[in-house]
């Protein structure tokens, strides 16, 4: 089955500068890579994807970009704020049967502390 | 209006006892998942349906079970409760290849 790496499991930096986060998959069938924001005592919310036939995708202060040959992926965020503060987690979807029931398959998450 | 909404928000029982955990989405959604989030807040994907057929069964004891009487609904009951389920339970849903959307989640806590 897939396998996702993500790195680093806590990143600080001071407010206003960029932080980036890192993820490896195994499986070279996998076709959509979402990014989840995951505040204290909530469920997953997602921040950004992207899909295998493209290499970068920005909105606004976030972009993701996807090295399909090298198997990763990795999450920028410029312009920190207080509210970027929160643990990231990102996936790539199980290859399955089709009809969209593809379970996500996450890393570890990474906790993103902004300093004031 | 809440999009996916799970009850209970917290659950605590005893070892041994069976319990059931709730899940609505009202988006309209072909699909719904159960994720499992331990205590070092890994999510791993334990159940999907899509239009009421199981689709995907990782390997989660068959202490736990999923049932759906709507395409709306997708309960996990859990019987014979262990220490080691004490976790949060995560419902998602999505419509085919797209954003996977999360309820609030159920704090399960075994003693």
């Known amino acids: 089955g897939e396998n996702v790496e993500q790195h680093p499991s806590t990143l600080s930096v001071q407010e206003g500068d960029s932080a980036v986060i890192k993820c490896t998959y195994s499986?070279?069938?996998?076709?959509?890579f979402p990014w989840y924001k995951q505040e204290l005592g909530k469920g997953p919310q997602l921040i950004i994807d992207?899909?295998?036939?493209?290499g970068e995708k920005k909105d606004q202060r976030i972009a993701v970009t996807l090295n399909k040959t090298a198997k990763h992926f990795s999450l920028h965020i410029t312009e920190t704020q207080p509210e970027d503060s929160a643990v990231y987690f990102c996936?790539?979807?199980?290859?399955?049967?089709?009809?969209?029931?593809?379970?996500?398959?996450f890393g570890k998450g990474t906790h993103l502390i902004i300093q004031p | 209006d809440t999009a996916v909404s799970q009850t209970p928000k917290y659950l605590v029982t005893q070892m041994g006892n069976d319990k059931s955990i709730k899940c609505e989405q009202n988006?309209?959604?072909?699909?719904m998942y159960w994720y499992k989030q331990d205590s070092k807040k890994f999510l791993k994907i334990m159940f999907s349906?899509?239009?009421?057929?199981?689709?995907i069964n990782e390997t989660v004891p068959n202490r736990f079970s999923p049932k759906s009487p709507d395409k709306a609904h997708l309960n996990l009951h859990i019987n014979s409760l262990e220490l080691g389920d004490s976790a949060v339970y995560f419902c998602?849903?999505?419509?085919?290849?797209?954003?996977?959307?999360f309820g609030p989640g159920t704090r399960l806590t075994v003693l």
């Open positions: 996936a790539a979807t199980i290859p399955g049967a089709g009809g969209g029931a593809d379970g996500l398959t």
């Open positions: 499986d070279s069938a996998s076709n959509y």
């Open positions: 992207i899909r295998s036939n493209v």
């Open positions: 988006l309209g959604h072909d699909t």
């Open positions: 349906y899509n239009n009421k057929e199981l689709i």
């Open positions: 998602a849903s999505n419509q085919w290849g797209n954003e996977q959307f």
